[in-house]
T-cell receptor, first 111, second 115 residues
Framework: EDKVVQSPLSLVVHEGDTVTLNCSYE??????LLWYKQEKKAPTFLFML????IEKKSGRLSSILDKKELFSILNITATQTGDSAVYLC???????????FGTGTRLQVTL | SAVISQKPSRDICQRGTSLTIQCQVD?????MFWYRQQPGQSLTLIAT?????????ESGFVIDKFPISRPNLTFSTLTVSNMSPEDSSIYLC????????????FGEGSWLTVV
């Protein structure tokens, strides 16, 4: 059975801090790993990673994948209160594009 | 990205009734997916909706409980049948877009509460 594990489950930081969110996986027929931000209902796409060692960056957010060790990290620098959300990691497997999600990391950024 | 509209956005339903959720995409897509997110949980795939064929259901989900239609390449419906309080969840439609590397995008979600 495919498995995606995120850590920590929740995190409280002060505005301006840097955070690292972790995602490890055990799946068959890996295709890609995706990160989403969920504030209310719809997960918002952040990154898709398919190759090891290549950092994807968007503003203060960045992510990298290690296919040998089967994990990915999502970094957020200079956090803002607007970064408060649940961050979801999902792994796509097989030809049917099925996503298996982790439980998410709930990030709260305080003033 | 993709513009994915879902209706209803939110509803309160009586136990034993059925509700159909609609998903409309702004352009043609081959694959559409339906996910469920129960309170405090992560997302779980219910089924893959293919145009012109029956939906493919994941383990633990059956067609009698969650019938799906996919009449064309921009539209799909998910029905939650004979609802119980355990069906209270957010139901999310998602699509795969080939632009930008086969990324999967989600609709706004339909928040159902069964009383």
């Amino acid at each position: 059975e495919d498995k995606v594990v995120q850590s920590p489950l929740s995190l409280v930081v002060h505005e301006g801090d840097t955070v690292t969110l972790n995602c490890s996986y055990e799946v068959t027929n890996f295709r890609s790993l995706l990160w989403y931000k969920q504030e209310k209902k719809a997960p918002t796409f952040l990154f898709m990673l398919t190759s090891s060692g290549i950092e994807k960056k968007s503003g203060r957010l960045s992510s990298i994948l290690d296919k040998k060790e089967l994990f990915s990290i999502l970094n957020i620098t200079a956090t803002q209160t607007g970064d408060s959300a649940v961050y979801l990691c999902a792994v796509r497997t097989g030809t049917a594009s099925k996503l298996t999600f982790g439980t998410g990391t709930r990030l709260q950024v305080t003033l | 990205s993709a513009v994915i509209s879902q209706k209803p956005s939110r509803d309160i339903c009586q136990r034993g009734t059925s509700l159909t959720i609609q998903c409309q995409v702004d352009s043609q897509v081959t694959m559409m997916f339906w996910y469920r997110q129960q309170p405090g949980q992560s997302l779980t795939l219910i089924a893959t909706a293919n145009q012109g064929s029956e939906a493919t259901y994941e383990s633990g989900f059956v067609i009698d409980k969650f019938p799906i239609s996919r009449p064309n390449l921009t539209f799909s419906t998910l029905t939650v049948s004979n609802m119980s309080p355990e069906d209270s969840s957010i139901y999310l439609c998602s699509v795969e877009r080939s632009l930008g590397g086969n990324t999967i995008y989600f609709g706004e979600g339909s928040w159902l509460t069964v009383v």
